[in-house]
Structures are given as C-alpha cells and as structure tokens.
C-alpha cells in the first residue's frame, strides 16, 4: 500500500497555495471514476490525500479558478487535472507548480 500527497507551489508570488480545493480520484478495471477524497491544501499548500492507495490509475483535480478568484488574479486554466499511475508500495508525492499562466508537475 502507499501514500498519496501533494504540494502546490504558485511560482508567480514565490508562495504556498493556500485552500486550493482538491480531489483525488481512482479508475476502476469499468473505467468508473471513485472519489477517494475531496480536501483543500492548508496555508504550506500541501495535503496528505490518502494514507494508502492501492495500485491503479489516478486522477487528481485542483480548483485553480476558485484559487485564482480567491487571490484577485486571472488566470487561463480554471483546473488542472494530473493523470498518474500507482503501481509499487512507496509514497507518491505529486507536487503542482502554478502560475496564472502555466502550470508543472513531476513526481517528488
């Protein structure tokens, strides 16, 4: 079993994204999307989604519109969604780096 966390990063104010809302998601062998967890990143930008995870593929949803608007900024995507695999015990940390015009990610 493993772990999965992230952290968002707004590299255009060189701080943590705060109360992003989150949701991780996990496919089933029908192709079924199963909420997993719904949660928002606290001041640091980070959240632990889940404790374990079972091997499958995931897909993790930031309301970067809803932080965007929070904050008084425009910006071009309203969410990001990152597609990744589990398939080996370990943590998996999936980090954003946002900006109101880009975004990153990788595995951490």
């Known amino acids: 079993m493993t772990g999965i966390s992230t952290h968002i990063l707004d590299t255009s104010r060189g701080l943590p994204a705060a109360n992003v809302p989150l949701r991780l998601e996990v496919r089933s062998d029908a192709g079924e999307w199963t909420v997993l967890s719904d949660d928002r990143s606290d001041a ?32 071009f995507y309203p969410r990001v969604q990152i597609f990744f695999r589990v398939e080996a015990a370990g943590h998996h940390h999936v980090p954003l780096l946002l900006s109101p015009y880009g975004y990153s990610t990788y595995r951490g």
């Open 44 to 75: 640091g930008g980070r959240a632990t989604l889940v404790d374990a995870a079972a091997p499958g593929t995931y897909r993790l949803t930031f309301d970067t519109g809803a932080y965007f608007e929070r904050i008084g900024v425009a910006g």
